[in-house]
């Protein structure tokens, strides 16, 4: 444990800094309101600050610090509402407890904490085969067969080619999900008439799979259950409005082939 006495106020400033560099990763990238307190407030006490003081929401970082012997510090990052990188997540808690173990100076956590922030994730290929193959498990797990399976591997591999070029780089979070479960029926129903998939129904739910946000609607129980009203009502609104813009897009597709073909389609 340091003492605040022997920093300086522009050390003092940097350990603050550092702690809430860590916590917009770890906030920017999926993790619990709780672990993005508990890590800042980690780092700042392991140098010393005792004073410090944060208030996090799930779009962001409010921190204070000051007291007789050290610096009076305030501070406020907006982060916005985006996706996950667990990677990222898990380095910064793996960083913190080395913080802990007094293997870094405060210079050396900031620049370990740049590394991690620009951490890369895993390669498009990579995306797009995992994709498919989640499709094509969850396919079978929900009681499709190998060919509802075979069909559903070749609809997430589609949907994460459309996800990666179309939606995320050009098409809002409401747009972009519409349209993939637009897309998801539609591809679904062209393979069931073309006699590829035999069940359109486990079709379809097996390959909507890799847009569902579970990691935000799971997050959002936590923050409730730990006491996070505000950010847990957030994260599950959020979670909320893509399950319905999902919807949406199936049904829009269903009703289509409805007008057109008649009948019922599953």
């Not at 996706?83 to 898990?90: E, F, P, S, Y």
């Not at 007094?102 to 994730?121: N, S, W």
């Not at 070029?165 to 062209?190: E, Q, R």
């Not at 950010?231 to 979670?239: C, H, I, K, P």
Request: charged letters at 15%; aromatic letters at 8%; glycine letters at 10%.
């Amino acid at each position: 444990m340091k003492d605040p006495g022997n920093l300086s106020r522009e050390e003092q400033r940097k350990v603050l800094e550092a702690a809430m560099q860590a916590g917009h990763i770890l906030l920017e990238n999926g993790a619990e309101i709780f672990r993005v307190e508990e890590t800042i407030d980690r780092i700042c006490k392991y140098y010393g600050i005792e004073s410090s003081s944060s208030f996090v929401l799930s779009n962001g970082i409010f921190t204070t610090s000051g007291s007789e012997r050290e610096e009076i510090f305030a501070k406020v990052q907006h982060i916005p509402v985006s996706g996950t990188h667990l990677d990222r997540v898990a380095a910064v808690n793996q960083l913190s407890r080395e913080i802990e173990e007094g293997r870094y100076t405060v210079e050396e956590v900031r620049k370990k904490l740049a590394v991690i922030r620009v951490m890369p994730g895993k390669s498009k290929f990579m995306q797009v085969l995992a994709s498919g193959i989640g499709c094509a498990c969850f396919c079978c797990l929900f009681g499709g067969n190998a060919k509802d399976s075979l069909a559903a591997f070749l609809v997430g591999v589609l949907l994460y080619l459309y996800v990666l070029f179309v939606s995320s780089p050009h098409l809002s979070k409401i747009v972009g999900n519409i349209g993939g479960g637009a897309l998801v029926t539609f591809l679904c129903i062209i393979l069931n008439v073309l006699h590829i998939g035999q069940h359109i129904n486990f079709m379809i739910i097996g390959s909507i799979m890799p847009m569902v946000p579970g990691v935000a609607f799971t997050n959002a129980i936590r923050d409730f259950a730990d006491g996070d009203y505000i950010s847990g009502s957030v994260r599950m609104l959020d979670a909320l409005l893509v399950f319905f813009c999902i919807a949406m897009g199936v049904g829009l597709v269903f009703s289509l082939f409805h007008q057109i073909m008649g009948g019922a389609m599953l």
